[in-house]
């Protein structure tokens, strides 16, 4: 496909939604609709067998889910992975990472967005004071058994996509690093 011209449609402080007009291979005119947004940090906060996740309402759902701590920087704003992914984990669940290693990309929806994902483990961890934004206020962190985050998320309790896959990324990471 190519691109023959763009126009933005709508932004705010998280995104900008645009609507590109192109050509197929085939010769064929259209358009595509397009989401971007900067790329995000998830943290899988390990420590033994435990995860720490967050629990926060998800708007466009009307529900309050369980999953791995994760954002974007505020307005925006382009931050090295590392440092956005140490950034999200404080933020959300207070804690520090003595050790913080990336061990894989996610691609959220790239039939309509350009938003990519970069999944970090994070061990050697200290406790802190959270420091959310104001969409964060109501979120809830807790401790969880690996074994209980497999059956949240086989039974439904945890169905965030992208915690998900950043699990299964964690399963694959950890086979090829056993301890």
């Known amino acids: 496909m190519k691109r023959l011209g763009s126009r933005q449609v709508y ?20 358009i595509y609709g397009v989401i971007d947004k900067p ?17 926060q309402y998800r708007y466009p759902l009307g529900i309050r889910r369980w999953e791995f701590p994760q954002g974007t920087a505020p307005d925006r704003a382009d931050l090295p992975p590392a440092e956005l992914a140490a950034r999200e984990l404080h933020e959300e669940t207070g804690l520090s990472a003595g050790q913080l ?51 949240m998320m086989t039974e439904g309790e945890i169905t965030d996509a992208q915690s998900i896959a950043a699990y299964a990324l964690l399963l694959l990471w950890e086979r090829r690093n056993p301890t």
């Open 11 to 30: 932004v705010n402080n998280w995104m900008t939604v645009r609507e590109d007009r192109i050509r197929r291979a085939d010769g064929s005119d259209g």
């Open 39 to 55: 790329d995000y940090a998830l943290v899988i906060p390990l420590a033994g067998r435990r995860m720490k996740l967050v629990e």
């Open 101 to 151: 290693v990336e061990i894989g990309l996610l691609d959220v929806a790239p039939g309509l967005a350009s938003q990519r994902g970069r999944v970090f483990l994070a061990t050697d961890l200290s406790d802190g004071e959270p420091e959310r934004e104001p969409e964060e206020q109501d979120m809830r962190t807790a401790w969880f058994d690996r074994a209980d985050v497999e059956r």
